[in-house]
């Protein structure tokens, strides 16, 4: 753009990994096809999985996994001080993912049952906005490097951020797939977040709800479809609480929900309380 006298400046960006299995910043680096180009938009500054430069100067911080060491909590505090921009990458970031399973457990028996006697120093599983002011989250488990090309692009030239508002059985239904409920499965797809391209409905796995709920999601609708279906509360809270992604007011409507329908469809049933 130099020779229309426009002098482009690169942002500095910064990839960092705590407590996951870094598969989020191996997406990033995983689709060679557009790889250069989106590097080609910043100055990468750190990046373990594709650059050996380091720096503590940047302007864009992508972090992925969740909190789970005190040596975390400040290394994050110190990266939150020094960066304009703090983007959650992840499910893991967004609401502690799969790790978050350990903290329906007490720590002593977590750490017994994975590293037997030796010392291992851990806690509670926090995702990245109970500990700093996050600045953007984008879910998924991993995340979809084409969402995040698109989202990070639009930060960089200042567009509109857009997310979708419907869930994930919209896409699905795109691709023509077979319900996965047909199949006698659980899927979260018609209360999950879009954006994913319903990967897993379309490898006929039953959506886990990664990306968390999904804008206006009709519970009642997919709490009467698990009921009918026939699948055991336990069934259903199991693949409600997998990525800790539906925590909060959406987990609690859906547990409401599926008292109410229960105990309705006993009732119809003739099964008593």
């Known amino acids: 753009m130099k020779y229309l006298g426009i002098d482009i400046v690169k942002p500095r960006l910064a990839v960092f990994d705590f407590t996951g299995c870094e598969g989020c910043e191996l997406q990033l680096v995983n689709k060679e096809e557009t790889l250069v180009d989106f590097l080609s938009l910043f100055e990468v500054v750190n990046f373990r999985e594709a650059s050996s430069d380091k720096s503590d100067a940047y302007d864009i911080a992508l972090i992925e996994g969740c909190i789970s060491r005190q040596d975390e909590v400040e290394r994050l505090k110190a990266i939150r001080g020094r960066v304009k921009i703090l983007v959650a990458l992840g499910s893991c970031a967004c609401c502690g993912g799969v ?18 006697d030796r010392k291992i120093e851990t806690e509670k599983v926090r995702s990245l906005k109970e500990v700093v002011q996050v600045d953007l989250e984008i879910p998924g488990c991993p995340v979809s490097k084409a969402e995040v090309e698109r989202i990070v692009i639009a930060l960089v030239t200042g567009a509109e951020i857009r997310m979708p508002k419907y869930p994930v059985c919209v896409e699905c239904r795109q691709q023509l797939n077979t319900c996965l409920f047909d199949f006698g499965e659980i899927c979260l797809g018609p209360i999950t977040l879009a954006g994913c391209g319903a990967v897993c409905p379309s490898g006929k796995v039953g959506c886990r709800g990664c990306r968390g709920p999904a804008d206006d999601a009709n519970y009642e609708s997919f709490i009467d479809v698990v009921v009918d279906k026939g699948f055991t509360e336990a069934e259903i809270r199991k693949k409600i609480e997998f990525f800790n992604a539906f925590e909060g007011p959406a987990k609690d409507t859906i547990a409401s929900l599926i008292q109410k329908r229960i105990k309705t469809f006993n009732a119809f049933s003739g099964v008593r309380a």
């Open 99 to 116: 790790n978050h399973l350990k903290n329906g457990f007490p720590i002593e028996d977590v750490v017994r049952q994975v590293y037997g």
